[in-house]
């Protein structure tokens, strides 16, 4: 493993940055242009931009506002929400984006997940799972799709052992049950899928103590930490993540 990425979320919905927590209850955060100028400014190795209500709202990711907000930042963008084509990743590329985060679509439709590989390469796609608990399940997770609200029945593990072997180049897990509430990340969820991939895996959902990013390398095995609302809401600056993750023993970029 190389240095560990710390990487701030822009979580999208009409124009604005906004936080919620198990995926509702969404309060406004910021701008997205101011956010991201500052972000970049303040250490970020990547920031994310997910337009999180574009796949309920049948309509695709706001690429006008993707645009202003790759204009003002120097580290690369990883755009999701709303993406379900091959189109759709092109013009999330061409609007300044460094990757394009699938979710719903890579689980309706897995050739085109294969198709966007081979279009892009693997280091362009990176696989969004959102699950929440099922102890019926082998991982004890499973798949949720639609923003988190349409409940699948398979397996998170399962699902990303399956994205894995179309050849994609990371995979973004969001537990429902910690997003939000500062808890803490859901260090099985996302440990059984960096295990069982090998990828490089993004841990995402619940960081709310300097601490939490440490446990979610050590314990979690992620390569990549993403946080928002501590970020958004000042509890702390990305350069106070980096410095604490480094006493700690990890290799962060100062």
Same mark, same amino acid.
């Given at each position: 493993m190389g240095a560990v990425r710390v990487i701030p979320c822009l979580d999208m919905k009409e124009g604005r940055?906004?936080?919620?927590?198990?995926?509702?209850?969404?309060?406004?955060?910021?701008?997205?242009?101011?956010?991201a100028q500052a972000y970049s400014a303040g250490g970020a190795d990547e920031i994310g931009f997910l337009d999180i209500t574009a796949t309920i709202e049948k309509r695709r990711t706001m690429f006008d506002v993707l645009k202003r907000v790759a204009a003002v930042v120097k580290v690369p963008l990883t755009v999701g929400g709303g993406i379900k084509s091959v189109k759709d990743i092109a013009d999330a590329l061409a609007s300044?984006?460094?990757?394009?985060s699938i979710s719903s679509a890579a689980f309706r439709d897995p050739k085109m997940?294969?198709?966007?590989? #081979?279009?892009? %390469?693997?280091?362009? !796609?990176?696989?969004?799972?959102? +699950?929440?608990?099922?102890?019926?399940?082998?991982?004890?997770?499973?798949?949720?799709?639609?923003?988190?609200?349409t409940a699948t029945g398979k397996d998170a593990v399962e699902f990303a052992k399956?994205? #894995?072997?179309? %050849?994609?180049?990371? !995979?973004?897990?969001?537990?429902? +049950?910690?997003?939000?509430t500062k808890a803490g990340y859901d260090l099985v969820l996302t440990r059984a899928i960096a295990d069982a991939t090998g990828l490089p895996v993004i841990a995402s959902g619940g960081a709310g103590k300097l601490d939490h990013f440490v446990e979610a390398v050590k314990e979690g095995h992620a390569d990549a930490v993403l946080a928002a609302s501590v970020f958004h809401f000042g509890q702390f600056t990305i350069r106070q993540v980096k410095e604490h993750m480094r006493r700690n023993g990890i290799e962060v970029r100062l």
């Open positions: 940055v906004v936080k919620g927590v198990h995926f509702v209850e969404l309060r406004d955060a910021a701008d997205p242009v101011e956010a300044g984006a460094s990757c394009a997940v294969r198709e966007a590989v #081979a279009e892009f %390469g693997a280091k362009a !796609i990176v696989i969004a799972i959102d +699950a929440d608990a099922n102890d019926k399940l082998p991982s004890r997770r499973e798949v949720y799709i639609d923003g988190g609200r399956e994205m #894995a072997g179309l %050849g994609v180049g990371q !995979i973004l897990p969001t537990s429902k +049950a910690t997003d939000g």
